[in-house]
Every structure is written in C-alpha cells, then in structure tokens.
C-alpha cells in the first residue's frame, strides 16, 4: 500500500505562484510513475501533469503547460508541482496520484491511477 501525502497549497493572489509537495511511501517510489490532478468547485476532477519513474518524461495538460512543471526526487521520495502565473480558474483541490503502470505520454483520466492523496487545496484569488 502507498501513501502520499499532499502539502503546500493555500491563498495566493493572481499572477502569483505555489509549489505542492507530495511525500510517499510504502513502496520503492522510483517505481511509481506519479501525477497531480485537481478538482474545481462543481467541476471534474482533471488531469494535470504526470511524470515518469526516473522523472526524465513528463507530460501536461494544455491548461497549465509552460506554467506548471511536475518534478521528483527519489531521494527524499517526493513529487512537486511548481505552479507559477497562477490565475482565479486555477483555484481547486490538486491530488497527489501514482501509478504503478508504464509511462503513457498523454491525458491520463484517472482510471490509471492506483493510489490517490488526500488533496490540498490551492486558491488564487482575483
């Protein structure tokens, strides 16, 4: 079983910037290929960018992409996600997510995903 714990979200005013982080454990995490989705109010949840075992492939939604950048340390076991120019539609719960299946380069919709996080919430305001 693996846990991943999210932290870092909070308030931020728009134009500005919030990095995530998300510690795992309970399994060898350079073997986990690991992603962020989030959840606006009244919305589905959504993909946001994934990254492979050895952090050398990503990939991003067209939303956040040149804006966002998802990276890793299997070292300390962690996944980031540096979101910079953030704007008021930004504004959900992110999750943190792993699989334990191959890279895909692409949309990911979730049904890939064995591990799921609690969320954090990030709120950019106007």
């Known amino acids: 079983q693996v846990q991943l714990v999210e932290s870092g979200g909070g308030l931020v005013q728009a134009g500005g910037s919030l990095r995530l982080s998300c510690a795992a454990s309970g399994r060898t995490f350079s073997e986990l290929v690991m992603g962020w989705f989030r959840q606006a109010p009244g919305k589905e949840r959504e993909f946001v960018a994934i990254?492979?075992?050895?952090?050398?492939?990503?990939y991003y939604a067209g939303s956040v992409k040149g804006r966002f950048t998802i990276s890793r340390d299997n070292v300390e076991n962690t996944v980031y996600l540096q979101m910079n120019s953030l704007s008021p539609e930004d504004t959900a719960v992110y999750y943190c997510a792993a699989t334990t299946r191959n890279y895909k380069e692409g949309i990911y919709t979730g049904d890939e995903i064995d591990y799921w996080g609690q969320g954090t919430q990030a709120i950019v305001s106007s």
């Open positions: 990254i492979s075992w050895s952090g050398e492939r990503t």
